[in-house]
């Protein structure tokens, strides 16, 4: 059913038009007289579900982009679906913040601390107070069956600490198939509504250099430090046909790790949900994923790429030495007995 406004405006182009045609088709220009009976569609502004208006940059100083001279020859850059790989010396942090600050964003985080992890909190927190996108509004859920264990850190202004109670399960195994779906039932809950962003980080790890916008995107993977400089034939996919989280030989990009994972807020929620529908599918067919979550994390990631991938940099390993390619380390998992941890 067509509106009598618009109807109205149909009316009125076909008149301009009709004039037009009339008065520059023989040749003659004569004058357009105001008084046309549409002025309301020259003035008239559409509104677009969501507009933002344009942030623009400000001046900024900074040394000229060279095409044929990139900062970073050693390592990949950009993925073959044009998805941004995050090194130190890819980008620069101070045209970033210019961007996204006036975006008033808020991050979220999650993690798990069930059991003995607990006593990985104090230092998580502590570091991340001083690494983790420094001058942006971040929330802190925390995950937890044990809430009185959880110490008090102190937050710089606009930070929040948020405990979420959750259920110890009999093993390590089944509270890690377990986290996907946790996660997805805490946003539709509660952070959906929260946050713009979201990183579900694991624990037992400290933050050592800065962690900023640069890993802001749709959906975020990172790829673990174990695997990033050997062929895709070592690494440790889900190789049995039965499962949900299969990937065959001779595909896959790379191995990412479960560790850290994120992006939009909407976007984690759909990936969490069709991780825990796969997680459930293997239960319900009595399998268990070689690396659980992480197995089927990297499944989905083969057919669904992410549109950012961030370097080792961001996910390493405490006992790992620093090779020349990582030139600095930002996130990383501290030494520990995972037997004693894990009983």
Not at 173 to 189: G, L, P, T, V
Not at 192 to 217: A, S
Request: with cysteine; glycine share 6%.
């Amino acid at each position: 059913m067509i509106s009598r406004k618009t109807l109205g405006s149909l009316v009125c182009l076909s008149v301009v038009a009709a004039f037009i045609w009339i008065t520059f088709g023989n040749g003659k220009v004569r004058y357009l007289p105001y008084y046309l009976p549409c002025p309301e569609i020259f003035s008239m502004k559409l509104q677009y579900t969501e507009e933002k208006p344009i942030q623009l940059f400000p001046q900024l100083f900074y040394q000229q982009p060279r095409l044929l001279a990139p900062k970073r020859q050693d390592v990949l850059t950009v993925t073959p679906w044009l998805a941004p790989v995050i090194w130190e010396g890819t980008f620069n942090p101070e045209i970033l913040d210019s961007a996204y600050r006036p975006l008033n964003l808020t991050i979220g985080v999650t993690a798990f601390a069930i059991g003995k992890y607990t006593r990985f909190v104090g230092r998580f927190l502590e570091s991340a107070e001083k690494h983790f996108m420094k001058g942006y509004r971040v929330n802190y859920y925390i995950f937890t069956d044990n809430p009185e264990t959880i110490p008090d850190v102190l937050l710089q202004p606009g930070r929040r600490f948020v405990i979420v109670p959750t259920k110890k399960y009999p093993s390590w195994q089944e509270i890690s198939m377990r986290r996907m779906e946790a996660i997805n039932k805490h946003i539709a809950e509660t952070s959906h509504q929260e946050v713009d962003y979201l990183f579900c980080l694991d624990i037992d790890m400290v933050f050592y250099n800065t962690w900023g916008p640069e890993t802001l995107g749709d959906i975020v993977a990172a790829i673990h430090p174990g695997y990033f400089n050997v062929p895709r034939s070592q690494f440790p996919y889900e190789r049995r046909r039965s499962s949900a989280a299969y990937i065959p030989d001779g595909e896959g990009d790379f191995y990412y790790g479960g560790a850290v994972f994120g992006g939009l807020v909407k976007k984690v929620y759909e990936f969490t949900k069709t991780c825990h529908m796969t997680i459930l599918t293997d239960k319900a067919n009595g399998i268990m994923a070689a690396w659980q979550e992480e197995s089927h994390l990297n499944r989905h990631f083969l057919s669904h790429k992410p549109s950012k991938v961030l370097s080792p940099e961001y996910l390493w390993d405490d006992r790992k030495p620093k090779p020349p390619e990582i030139h600095l380390i930002r996130f990383s998992t501290v030494d520990k007995n995972y037997k004693e941890i894990r009983d």
